[in-house]
């Protein structure tokens, strides 16, 4: 094990490496419970979400909505400024990381920046050359990291990543993103809504690929609206980075063997584990391809624990957030447990928004499908889109998939139903106001129970 020269906090209750959604949540916790919690974090507190994710590209897709709604109707007209959109992100992003320092002043967690490079049982050594004890436990929220492509090596200038690409001052004519999962169809969007031209390139035959084939469809239909192309069935054959430009040798199912050339590209095929401490095999923690197991109570091993990216996919913030707390009740002796089946909300955040909240491990017996765009508030909007709600062979909601502007803000109330089983009668007798796109939701269980108002 490391050396230490020192030990930076000798008496923690609770020690955390990592200070995104999976870590910074149980600090609050712990710390507001009067346990002496030390928070780790090598780069920016907020993690990937805040600093790189979930924030700066949320705001960026706003602004990307604000440009469309300009440019939809025919009696507005604006000015509009692509580097200032991108600042407008980076804004956002820091005024949310400022806040959570803030937090974490006022619930008196104390934060560290290093990075940790050890453990043993009741130590964490960091790379600074100092150590922190703790008598209690140790919660492991170390995040995942953008997976790399050989072909292009990012260089923060022509190859990027979700990181690196928030570091741009100037936004490219033509951008290349590689790969259509939620993050490439999310920039894919944003940069499109701005002017640029953009490519994208996806080995599957849709969009969003793990996500249902009625969201890749709506995906790939939003995409082109917003001027992108799509090369679906396509893989790289050869890349070349030079000078000012990309170049990418496509290979399609299709079309065969076709280059295109961009400003810049941005790879998007997925994360990876960011990498663990040494030491934690030795103290009983195990690591499956790179990523932590964890039961019900997020115990990793006897006295450690693990929230967020480390423990496997979905890599979502908001179940980063739920994990934190479940390990957070169960440091502080609550019993908290996580049910491996709870549905975990997914969002992407384009025009319209998409979102599937499915039970794990459930079978569908029926589908129930209506169009929303002749609701007054989509007639309102202008907009458009679907909903569907599956049931199970008792008649139990057991999946919900939303596509219209607003279905984000119902992700929270379709999880309720489908997690709790909800029927489809007790379901319909929730109250919508109106005019408002929630009203899509009851639309839809009045009509699955035959019994249709304004759809048909």
Same mark, same amino acid.
């Given at each position: 094990?490391?050396?230490?020269?020192?030990?930076?906090?000798?008496?923690?209750?609770?020690?955390?490496?990592?200070?995104?959604?999976?870590?910074?949540?149980?600090?609050? @916790?712990?710390?507001?419970?009067?346990?002496?919690?030390?928070?780790?974090?090598?780069?920016?507190?907020?993690?990937?979400?805040?600093?790189?994710?979930?924030?700066? #590209?949320?705001?960026?897709?706003?602004?990307? @909505?604000?440009?469309? +709604?300009?440019?939809?109707?025919?009696?507005?007209?604006?000015?509009?400024? =692509?580097?200032?959109?991108?600042?407008?992100?980076?804004?956002?992003?820091?005024?949310?990381?400022?806040?959570?320092?803030?937090?974490?002043?006022?619930?008196?967690?104390?934060?560290?920046?290093?990075?940790?490079?050890?453990?043993?049982?009741?130590?964490?050594?960091?790379?600074?050359?100092?150590?922190?004890?703790?008598?209690?436990?140790?919660?492991?929220?170390?995040?995942?990291?953008?997976?790399?492509?050989?072909?292009?090596?990012?260089?923060?200038?022509?190859?990027?990543?979700?990181?690196?690409?928030?570091?741009?001052?100037?936004?490219? @004519?033509?951008?290349?993103?590689?790969?259509?999962?939620?993050?490439?169809?999310?920039?894919?969007?944003?940069?499109?809504?701005?002017?640029?031209?953009?490519?994208?390139?996806?080995?599957? +035959?849709?969009?969003? =690929?793990?996500?249902?084939?009625?969201?890749?469809?709506?995906?790939?239909?939003?995409?082109?609206?917003?001027?992108?192309?799509? /090369?679906?069935?396509?893989?790289?054959?050869?890349?070349?980075?030079?000078?000012?430009?990309?170049?990418?040798?496509?290979? #399609?199912?299709?079309?065969?063997?076709?280059?295109?050339?961009?400003?810049?590209?941005?790879?998007?095929?997925?994360?990876?584990?960011?990498?663990?401490?040494?030491?934690?095999?030795?103290?009983?923690?195990?690591?499956?391809?790179?990523?932590?197991?964890?039961?019900?109570?997020?115990?990793?091993?006897?006295?450690?624990?693990?929230?967020?990216?480390?423990?496997? =996919? =979905?890599?979502?913030?908001?179940?980063?957030?739920?994990?934190?707390?479940?390990?957070?009740?169960?440091?502080?002796?609550?019993?908290?447990?996580?049910?491996?089946?709870?549905?975990?909300?997914?969002?992407?955040?384009? *025009?319209?928004?998409?979102?599937?909240?499915?039970?794990?491990?459930?079978?569908?017996?029926? *589908?129930?499908?209506?169009?929303?765009?002749?609701?007054?508030?989509? @007639?309102?909007?202008?907009?458009?889109?679907?909903?569907?709600?599956?049931?199970?062979?008792?008649?139990?909601?057991?999946?919900?998939?939303?596509?219209?502007?607003?279905?984000?803000?119902?992700?929270?109330?379709?999880?309720?139903?489908?997690?709790?089983?909800?029927?489809?009668?007790?379901?319909? #007798?929730?109250?919508?106001?109106?005019?408002?796109?929630?009203?899509?939701?009851?639309?839809?269980? /009045?009509?699955?129970?035959?019994?249709?108002? /304004?759809?048909?």
């Amino acid at each position: 094990m490391l050396a230490s020269t020192r030990v930076y906090y000798l008496r923690a209750d609770v020690a955390i490496i990592g200070g995104g959604p999976g870590g910074y949540p149980a600090a609050i @916790r712990l710390a507001r419970e009067g346990l002496r919690t030390v928070l780790i974090e090598q780069n920016l507190l907020g993690g990937e979400c805040t600093n790189y994710g979930c924030v700066p #590209s949320k705001a960026l897709l706003r602004a990307a @909505r604000l440009v469309e +709604d300009l440019s939809r109707h025919g009696w507005i007209s604006a000015s509009i400024s =692509p580097e200032g959109a991108f600042e407008w992100a980076r804004t956002a992003a820091v005024a949310v990381r400022k806040g959570l320092y803030m937090l974490m002043k006022n619930a008196g967690v104390e934060v560290v920046r290093a990075r940790a490079v050890a453990v043993n049982r009741g130590r964490v050594y960091l790379d600074n050359g100092e150590s922190i004890e703790y008598n209690r436990a140790l919660l492991l929220a170390t995040g995942s990291i953008p997976r790399a492509l050989e072909l292009l090596k990012i260089d923060g200038k022509l190859v990027h990543d979700n990181r690196s690409i928030f570091s741009l001052t100037r936004i490219p @004519r033509s951008l290349i993103i590689v790969g259509a999962g939620y993050v490439g169809v999310e920039f894919a969007y944003s940069f499109a809504s701005l002017g640029t031209k953009v490519d994208i390139v996806e080995i599957a +035959d849709r969009p969003l =690929p793990s996500m249902d084939r009625s969201l890749g469809l709506a995906a790939a239909r939003a995409l082109k609206a917003a001027g992108a192309t799509l /090369h679906l069935r396509s893989r790289i054959v050869s890349a070349n980075v030079s000078n000012n430009n990309v170049s990418l040798l496509i290979a #399609s199912s299709r079309s065969g063997e076709t280059e295109i050339r961009a400003n810049a590209v941005l790879v998007a095929v997925g994360r990876v584990p960011a990498p663990l401490p040494a030491g934690l095999d030795s103290v009983g923690v195990r690591i499956r391809d790179g990523w932590v197991s964890v039961d019900c109570h997020m115990r990793a091993a006897d006295g450690i624990y693990a929230a967020g990216d480390i423990t496997g =996919p =979905p890599l979502l913030a908001h179940k980063a957030i739920l994990q934190s707390l479940v390990a957070a009740d169960n440091i502080l002796g609550r019993k908290s447990c996580l049910d491996p089946d709870t549905p975990i909300p997914e969002v992407v955040f384009i *025009r319209p928004e998409l979102v599937r909240v499915e039970k794990r491990n459930s079978s569908h017996a029926r *589908r129930h499908r209506i169009r929303v765009d002749g609701l007054a508030r989509a @007639r309102i909007e202008g907009e458009g889109g679907f909903l569907e709600i599956y049931t199970d062979s008792s008649g139990h909601v057991s999946k919900i998939v939303m596509a219209f502007e607003g279905a984000s803000e119902l992700a929270g109330l379709a999880w309720s139903l489908v997690a709790r089983g909800a029927t489809l009668e007790e379901a319909a #007798s929730i109250v919508f106001p109106h005019p408002t796109m929630s009203e899509a939701l009851g639309e839809a269980l /009045h009509s699955a129970l035959g019994r249709p108002v /304004h759809v048909f």
